[in-house]
């Protein structure tokens, strides 16, 4: 039996717009940084308009754990004085990779609750969207990072930037409609929620579990093949959280074909068909965000609606205040 949806009316708090001259903080609480991918996507920035701080650790390398950006406690440090500080109008992850979930114990979320402002990222940054979401009610970002951000092209940038700079509800999304698949038909209303697929699995049974109930869900990855997606997916519905959502955007497992044996007769496609098409909510797949090539950016928190059997996705507030 299907359970009924049970609907987020509670308010979610927005950031203020970017402006002209604003200050942008970078963080990287994850894995260490690439120099040069990281002064492209300042200089990106700076053409906007904006100024860059870098917090004191991005370009650290942790000595023991070469795959984290620095220790633990100083990717923490950096950001909670990133939302600390009065000077900052926004906090931009560097990059994903690894190393968020081991931040969450260190969060300074007295702070981070009182003061609010954009904080964008994807990836291993589940984990903090996951955090942020839970002690300050506010809408975060699942967009591209400093790292990457000079790629961004064509309608993809224009989102982007749009979404941060603009207090009015976007409308409809740019995804083509013939690039997408209609899973479960039927339209539905609710927050947006999710992210990386792994990093959602990974939450359950913690304190900061994926909040699902009543939201579209969204779910993507990289690398991963189809039987560990269906681990992840497992896992949320033994959790009882899938059974929650409101409806499904699905993107795509970027590069799982990598991670499959030659012949396999596995796919994506037949996974979300097993696992999410019996939960009866509306759903689509392959939505361009996440890790994707010129990926669109999401408001995590903001009224979305989901119209699956037009393939749309239609943001119906803004993401940031005046």
Request: hydrophobic letters at 45%; proline letters at 8%; charged letters at 20%.
């Amino acid at each position: 039996m299907v359970a009924p949806v049970v609907r987020d009316t509670a308010e979610m708090r927005r950031p203020r717009a970017l402006k002209p001259g604003s200050t942008i903080g970078v963080v990287a609480p994850a894995s260490p940084v690439d120099a040069d991918a990281l002064q492209r996507g300042i200089a990106t920035i700076e053409a906007r308009g904006y100024r860059v701080v870098l917090a004191p650790h991005v370009q650290d390398r942790a000595p023991h754990c070469d795959y984290l950006a620095g220790i633990d406690s100083a990717r923490a440090a950096d950001l909670n004085a990133m939302f600390a500080r009065q000077d900052i109008d926004a906090v931009f992850c560097a990059r994903g990779g690894y190393g968020s979930a081991r931040l969450l114990d260190l969060l300074d979320r007295e702070v981070i609750a009182t003061n609010p402002r954009i904080f964008l990222g994807y990836s291993d940054i589940t984990a903090l969207h996951n955090a942020i979401g839970s002690c300050a009610r506010m809408i975060t970002f699942y967009a591209k990072m400093v790292c990457g951000l000079d790629e961004l092209q064509g309608e993809a940038a224009r989102l982007f930037w749009e979404l941060l700079e603009r207090p009015d509800p976007y409308g409809v999304l740019p995804a083509p409609p013939d690039r997408l698949t209609t899973l479960v038909p039927g339209t539905t209303e609710g927050r947006l929620a999710g992210g990386c697929l792994s990093l959602l699995g990974h939450a359950c049974g913690t304190a900061d579990p994926p909040d699902l109930a009543g939201k579209i869900v969204l779910i993507e990855d990289v690398g991963e093949p189809i039987y560990r997606a269906d681990r992840y997916l497992i896992q949320l519905r033994n959790a009882g959280l899938l059974q929650q959502a409101a409806g499904f955007v699905v993107g795509h497992l970027t590069r799982w074909r990598e991670e499959e044996s030659p012949n396999t007769p596995n796919t994506p496609e037949a996974l979300w068909m097993d696992l999410l098409a019996p939960l009866n909510r509306p759903a689509i797949t392959g939505f361009p965000f996440g890790h994707e090539p010129n990926p669109l950016s999401l408001p995590l928190g903001a009224m979305a609606r989901l119209d699956a059997d037009a393939r749309t996705l239609t943001l119906l507030e803004p993401a940031v205040s005046a």
